[in-house]
């Protein structure tokens, strides 16, 4: 059953980076949040913060790489102040665009 979930996901997780294929956000880099179904629900802690996640299809996202480090979604789990939660988030994003050799290609 796992893997026809992956396969109807895409491969994609909670905690994978990815960059958005269509729409006004075409080229945004977001992190996934939840899947539910073949949606996934995203937030990149600016235009879309963790309160106001966006729902999208997940045919049209790419993946970046692999899912962050269980220590990076801890932190944004725990409770503190939404302000602080959605700093983190930018901080994640912004370290993983200057480490990715593609950050050309999304921006």
Request: net charge positive; glycine share 6%.
């Amino acid at each position: 059953m796992q893997l026809f979930e992956a396969l109807k996901n895409r491969g994609m997780m909670p905690g994978m980076i990815v960059v958005s294929l269509a729409g006004h956000d075409k080229q945004r880099v977001y992190l996934i949040r939840k899947i539910d179904g073949k949606y996934a629900w995203l937030a990149d802690g600016s235009t879309r913060p963790l309160e106001r996640m966006k729902r999208k299809s997940v045919r049209h996202l790419r993946p970046l790489g692999q899912a962050l480090d269980q220590s990076h979604i801890d932190q944004l789990d725990e409770p503190a102040e939404s302000g602080q939660k959605n700093a983190l988030l930018r901080r994640i994003l912004a370290e993983y665009l200057n480490t990715n050799p593609l950050k050309e290609e999304i921006r």
